[in-house]
């Protein structure tokens, strides 16, 4: 299993939006990524000393399941983050990580 890690911080007028996105399985980006069947789920984390900064983890089988959702889901992918873009300040991929 592989985790892509994303780190954000949300515009204060837009928390409500964001964590809509991308919270759970009724996340619109949890909605997308359960199309392709190498995902295994996605947490979103608040830090608690700044309301406004987020991690998500999202679990993929393989890199190679990753890309083929990006792939096969291409269009869908670039809408969904170009309507997501509005609600952040910034968007920044820490990586990705296996397990030791």
Known sequence: MVHFI?????RPDRLP???RCYTGVDG???QLFRKSPGFQGTVLFRDTENPR????????HTVAAQGAMREQFQREY???ELACEALTESE???GVFVPC
């Open 28 to 30: 619109l980006w949890a």
């Open 53 to 60: 900064h987020f991690l998500t983890i999202d679990s993929w």
């Open 17 to 19: 939006e964001f964590e």
């Open 6 to 10: 994303w780190e954000f911080r949300v």
């Open 78 to 80: 670039a809408e969904l």
């Open 92 to 94: 920044t991929r820490v």
